[in-house]
């Protein structure tokens, strides 16, 4: 295969994203209304926002939700429609009102590692000197080119793993025009990036690098998102069996320090030691790793574990199973579109011969994509557990919980189908079913510019 083929996926990619982002209406991807929020604070401030004393929007970005009727709130049905004036009540908004910062206590993302909020704001800066839409829309677009970015790294990691060029550009383009993540990364959130890191993470992995470049790149991967611990969680897997003792008896040790640091910045942050840096417990997820780790090991020494298990997997399976699937593959809006629901029939059935294929061609060479799947779902349920076991309540568990994954995911998804079907024809597939999802997304919010 010659690169001019990879060249047009990543083109068509591109201008697939352009559609996507210009029918997505503004703050209708779940939580970009406070990811902006973040990143626009950290922007005008130069500092970031104070993870618990600072929940703040601008009165900018307040005008600009009243203008296209979004409830901070969310509640459903979160799209409105937008107000018949609604480009020139933004066009018209005063530049001293970007920094001008009210409370919003509905604000959902201050809580999360910095290193995504601190690039957009970057990006922002350099458009500072236009009005909303071009600060917004840049910020889409970073979003779009990290996406790019992502489709690549997934087209030479499959590569390496498959050794055939049309098959490595089914992963690709499977990748690429995913429904569920074409909505996703053309907004203004962290996903895409801790998608790129975890990717980058298995293109390593893929190329045989040292142990100390996969830390280094899942160390990055958790100053994006929390939930890429599971990159380190999947090290022992990848090493030989010499190592991962030593491997494991680390992770432990990890694992029973959080364990004991969880009073002490609990502390910290209910203003128990007078210590500047406990917003650092936010920027750096110190804090969600000990709180996790506290509540593990309290419900493995309580005797309690394996009756919360038994209790949590009813309801998981009468309520998160049915849900998991046709989310993954497209949801639109705030979990309100879904695409005609014979299209997630005939993605099961075609999962399910993808798995027929794969297990025929099984190889120890894509043990470790497994790996990856299966411990990145697992981090994602054992979240989930944790808050009911807290709480009695489920958190919930939607389909984008478990993109950082999707690189491995779809590369044994494209092994397995080609078994029985020709890669070139799976390129074709992956795009027809992204316009499914395009008229899905079209049909619920029309054309509003």
């Known amino acids: 295969m010659k690169n001019k083929w990879l ?12 559609v ?20 626009q604070f950290l922007a005008e401030n130069r500092r970031p926002p104070h993870a618990r004393r600072e929940l703040k929007t ?9 203008a296209v009727n979004f409830d901070w709130k969310i509640s459903h049905p979160v799209w409105q429609g937008y107000q018949t004036d609604w480009r020139e009540k933004i066009t018209t908004i005063d530049k001293p009102q970007r920094q001008v910062f009210e409370d919003n206590q509905y604000l959902t993302s201050l809580k999360r590692p910095g290193l995504y909020y601190y690039l957009a704001a970057g990006v922002y800066r350099l458009f500072s000197a236009g009005n909303f839409f071009w600060r ?12 790019l970015l992502t489709v690549w790294f997934i087209f030479i990691t499959a590569k390496k793993v498959l050794k055939n060029d049309w098959s490595a550009l089914a992963a690709g383009a499977w990748v690429g025009f995913q429904p569920g993540l074409s909505f ?35 160390l990055i991967g958790i100053m994006i998102k929390p939930d890429l611990i599971f990159l380190l969680f999947l090290l022992p897997f990848l090493l030989p ?54 509540d593990i090991f309290n419900l493995i020494f309580s005797g309690r574990i394996l009756g919360l298990l038994v209790e949590y997997s009813r309801q998981f399976f009468n309520i998160h199973y049915p849900q998991i699937f046709p989310w993954y593959w ?23 011969v993808s798995l027929i294929g794969l297990l025929r061609s099984w190889s120890k060479k894509i043990n470790w994509l497994v790996f990856a799947v299966l411990i990145q779902a697992g981090v994602v ?3 989930d557990f944790l808050t009911f076991a807290s709480s009695g309540q489920l958190y919930g568990i939607q389909g984008r919980y478990f993109y950082p994954a999707i690189g491995p995911a779809m590369i044994l998804f494209v092994l397995g189908l080609s078994q029985f079907i020709s890669p070139k024809i799976l390129v074709a597939a992956a795009i027809s079913l992204n316009l499914i999802g395009l008229f899905s997304l079209y049909q619920y919010f029309g054309w509003v510019w």
């Open 7 to 18: 060249l047009g996926l990543l083109i068509l990619i591109f201008i697939k994203g352009l």
């Open 20 to 39: 996507w982002l210009a029918l997505t209406p503004i703050f209708q991807i779940p939580d970009e209304p406070s990811h902006l929020s973040y990143v």
């Open 58 to 66: 601008s009165q900018e970005l307040l005008t600009v939700a009243g």
């Open 136 to 147: 917004f829309y840049a910020i889409r677009l970073f979003s779009l080119a990290i996406h």
């Open 184 to 218: 996703l990364t053309n907004g203004v959130s962290y996903e895409s990036l801790a998608i790129l890191a975890a990717t980058v993470f298995f293109y390593l992995v893929a190329s045989g690098k040292k142990i100390i470049w996969l830390i280094a790149a899942a």
């Open 241 to 294: 069996k010499k190592q991962q003792v030593f491997a494991w008896i680390s992770l432990i040790s990890i694992f029973l320090g959080f364990t004991w640091l969880a009073p002490v910045i609990d502390g910290v942050i209910r203003g128990k030691y007078a210590l500047w840096f406990d917003q650092w417990f936010y920027f750096l997820p110190l804090k969600d790793y000990a709180v996790f780790s506290h």
């Open 330 to 352: 497209g949801v639109f809006g705030w979990l309100e579109k879904t695409m005609p629901l014979r299209v997630y029939t005939f993605l099961k059935i075609v999962s399910i």
């Open 381 to 383: 349920i054992a979240n």
